[in-house]
């Protein structure tokens, strides 16, 4: 079944061989996921789990929760990562993480396919409508005004790490009763490093914005992170952030490493992270697309690495990883495979969330639909805040 999806190449096309194949429906691409994941990684389906009794990490008592969020700006296809040929790309995901999660095969996004906009339906939990490339705030109050209004949480506990300039209005909306300064901070590591001087061609492969659109380069305003904090935040001066910027091989290392920095210094509650290597796709070049696949299924684990040998974090933190949403298939005629998102095909709508950690089951799959909109209400439940404008539902199997 799922041999006919993963042996469209993209040469056929090239070739001129016009093949007539079935469209890959999302169950087709659920049962695959579960049944490469069962066989990769040993987790187990429905409400049936791994070894003898289902480990819940238990919340210490004496820590609050916190949630980390992982997105991934573009997402990557199965024939990348979770078929037999793709396994190689992720071995992170499969070995190391996907056994101590409980897994989510069957993410639906109904929203519009841009990555600002998917993001910010992400962080609302309402499909926004939002133009994509414009520096324009959420439509409806994000998970970062909940989470800060309810709770009574200072500025310091909630954080967005972003990967273009484009997203320096996620982390809070205009909406009434919300917004006026009860959102996340937003920290835009290549706006730093720009902003730090850095502007020769040693860091040219830092500094890309998006990958979609050449000239889209909005004027920052509002509430991005200001140069000086480097100091006064993330207790790096301008000449060691440079340095170190130096050894990263790409943008999204350098937002793992600003990410670490704040759990660091500033151990936010609700840290939301938005990776965004892997849409290099939209270049065309194959190579790098996998590449970007291979760093995020490190980092990812790398992440979750720090948060066990921090002190703040280890025992009492949830992660969820999901992309924004899928790529094209093959053989969508209105695409070009891998390269883009437009069609908005089943695979480019039909995607996928890991979560472990604090409070969720271990080596379990569930195939039952979610939406990229359940992610708030799930989040409030969690935390303990109300989402009053999410149109999402809260997930049950993650409480
Ligand atoms: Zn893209």
């Known amino acids: 079944m799922f041999d006919s999806l993963i042996d469209r190449k993209p040469a056929e096309k090239r070739a001129g061989r016009e093949v007539s194949r079935p469209r890959v429906s999302a169950a087709q691409l659920v049962r695959s996921r579960r049944d490469f994941l069962r066989a990769a990684a040993g987790v187990a389906a429905g409400t049936v789990f791994l070894g003898p009794s289902p480990r819940v990490h238990a919340q210490p008592v004496s820590k609050r929760r916190k949630v980390i969020v992982v997105t991934f700006g573009g997402g990557a296809r199965d024939q990348e990562t979770f078929s037999p040929e793709g396994q190689e790309n992720i071995p992170h995901m499969l070995t190391e993480l996907a056994p101590q999660s409980s897994f989510f095969t069957h993410v639906s996004n109904q929203g519009i396919l841009g990555h600002y906009v998917a993001t910010a339906s992400l962080a609302t939990g309402v499909y926004e409508t939002l133009n994509n490339f414009a520096a324009v705030p959420p439509d409806h109050p994000t998970v970062f005004e909940y989470f800060r209004k309810d709770l009574r949480r200072p500025s310091s506990d909630a954080w967005v790490v972003a990967p273009s300039n484009g997203f320096n209005r996620i982390g809070e909306s205009d909406c009434r009763n919300y917004g006026g300064g009860l959102g996340a901070r937003v920290v835009l590591p290549k706006h730093l490093l720009s902003a730090a001087g850095a502007g020769s061609a040693d860091y040219a492969h830092l500094l890309r914005d998006n990958y979609e659109s050449p000239l889209y380069a909005p004027q920052l305003a509002g509430g991005e992170f200001e140069l000086q904090q480097l100091e006064t935040i993330l207790k790096l001066s301008v000449d060691d952030f440079k340095a170190h910027a130096m050894t990263l091989s790409s943008p999204d290392e350098l937002s793992v490493y600003i990410a670490r920095r704040l759990m660091q210094q500033e151990s936010p509650s609700l840290l939301w992270i938005t990776l965004h290597d892997m849409d290099v796709a939209h270049s065309g070049a194959y190579s790098l697309y996998i590449e970007g696949i291979q760093r995020t299924d490190r980092l990812c684990a790398e992440l979750w690495k720090a948060v066990q040998a921090d002190p703040e974090y280890a025992g009492n933190t949830t992660m969820l990883v999901l992309p924004d949403f899928?790529?094209?298939?093959?053989?969508?005629?209105?695409?070009?495979?891998?390269?883009?998102?437009?069609?908005?095909?089943?695979?480019?709508?039909?995607?996928?969330?890991?979560?472990?950690?604090?409070?969720?089951?271990?080596?379990?799959v569930h195939d039952r639909q979610v939406q990229s909109i359940d992610v708030v209400p799930t989040l409030g439940a969690m935390l303990g805040f109300s989402p009053a404008q999410s149109q999402g539902k809260a997930i049950p199997e993650l409480l």
């Open 326 to 364: 899928g790529r094209d298939a093959d053989e969508d005629a209105g695409g070009n495979g891998f390269q883009h998102h437009r069609t908005g095909d089943v695979a480019s709508r039909t995607t996928w969330m890991m979560a472990l950690g604090s409070g969720v089951r271990q080596g379990v």
